[in-house]
C-alpha cells in the first residue's frame, strides 16, 4: 500500500522522480550542492512515506560542508525545522524508528571530517526529538552523557554556521509534544 504525504513547507520541492542515485553526481564533494540534493531527496522519500528515510537525509543534509557564504544556506536554512515538521507530523502507521535513539547513537559515533559540527547538529535533533516526542525511549544499553539544550547550543555556537543556534532555539520553543501511537 502507497501513502502521500503533505509537502513540508521547509523544505525544497524535490523532482518528480529521484533515487538514491541522485547523489552520485557529486561525487565526494559533500558541498552545497550535495545539501540541495539531500533536502530535496528527502523531502522527495517523506512525501511517499518513507519517513525515517527522509529522517536520514536531513543528517545527510546537516553533514555537508557549506559555509555561510553559500546562498542554499540562505534560501534553505540548516533543516531543524523540516526536521521538527517530519517528527511532528508522521502519521501513526508510517515508520519512523525512534529517532531520540537513532540521534543518540549517531552523535556518539560520529567521525571526522567535520565531526564537532555533525556531532553538535545530531544532538540538536535528539533535543527537538526530545520535546516532540517524550515518550519515546532512549536506549538503556548506550551509555552517553546526554547534553542539556545550553551545551548544544554552545556547540552550534563554536562550529556552526552564524546565528544557527538562535535557529535552533527558535524551532525547539515552537516544539510541542505529540501524542503518542495509540
Same mark, same amino acid.
Given at each position: 500500500?502507497?501513502?502521500?504525504?503533505?509537502?513540508?513547507?521547509?523544505?525544497?520541492?524535490?523532482?518528480?522522480?529521484?533515487? /538514491?542515485?541522485?547523489?552520485?553526481?557529486?561525487?565526494?564533494?559533500?558541498?552545497?550542492?550535495?545539501?540541495?540534493?539531500?533536502?530535496?531527496?528527502?523531502?522527495?522519500?517523506?512525501?511517499?512515506?518513507? @519517513?525515517?528515510?527522509?529522517? !536520514?537525509?536531513?543528517?545527510?543534509?546537516?553533514? /555537508?560542508?557549506?559555509?555561510?557564504?553559500?546562498?542554499?544556506?540562505?534560501?534553505?536554512?540548516?533543516?531543524?525545522?523540516?526536521?521538527?515538521?517530519?517528527?511532528?507530523?508522521?502519521?501513526?502507521?508510517?515508520?519512523?524508528?525512534?529517532?531520540?535513539?537513532?540521534?543518540?547513537?549517531?552523535?556518539?559515533?560520529?567521525?571526522?571530517?567535520?565531526?564537532?559540527?555533525?556531532?553538535?547538529? /545530531?544532538? @540538536?535533533?535528539?533535543?527537538?526529538?526530545?520535546?516532540?516526542?517524550?515518550?519515546?525511549?532512549?536506549?538503556?544499553?548506550?551509555?552517553?552523557?546526554?547534553?542539556?539544550?545550553?551545551?548544544? /547550543?554552545?556547540? !552550534?555556537?563554536?562550529?556552526?554556521?552564524?546565528?544557527?543556534?538562535? !535557529?535552533?532555539?527558535?524551532?525547539? !520553543?515552537?516544539?510541542?509534544?505529540?501524542?503518542?501511537?495509540?
Amino acid at each position: 500500500m502507497s501513502i502521500t504525504l503533505p509537502p513540508c513547507p521547509h523544505l525544497p520541492a524535490p523532482r518528480d522522480q529521484m533515487t /538514491a542515485s541522485a547523489f552520485s553526481e557529486h561525487g565526494e564533494s559533500r558541498d552545497a550542492g550535495f545539501y540541495l540534493t539531500a533536502l530535496e531527496y528527502g523531502h522527495y522519500l517523506w512525501q511517499r512515506g518513507f @519517513a525515517a528515510r527522509a529522517i !536520514l537525509c536531513l543528517d545527510r543534509a546537516m553533514g /555537508a560542508d557549506v559555509q555561510a557564504t553559500d546562498p542554499i544556506v540562505h534560501t534553505w536554512p540548516i533543516p531543524y525545522a523540516a526536521m521538527a515538521w517530519f517528527l511532528a507530523h508522521t502519521p501513526d502507521g508510517v515508520f519512523i524508528g525512534n529517532p531520540r535513539v537513532h540521534f543518540q547513537h549517531y552523535a556518539d559515533r560520529l567521525k571526522a571530517p567535520r565531526r564537532d559540527i555533525r556531532h553538535a547538529r /545530531a544532538w @540538536a535533533c535528539w533535543a527537538l526529538t526530545r520535546r516532540l516526542r517524550p515518550h519515546l525511549p532512549a536506549d538503556p544499553k548506550h551509555a552517553v552523557i546526554e547534553p542539556t539544550e545550553t551545551e548544544i /547550543a554552545t556547540a !552550534l555556537d563554536a562550529h556552526g554556521l552564524p546565528a544557527e543556534s538562535a !535557529l535552533w532555539r527558535n524551532v525547539l !520553543l515552537r516544539c510541542n509534544p505529540v501524542p503518542p501511537p495509540l
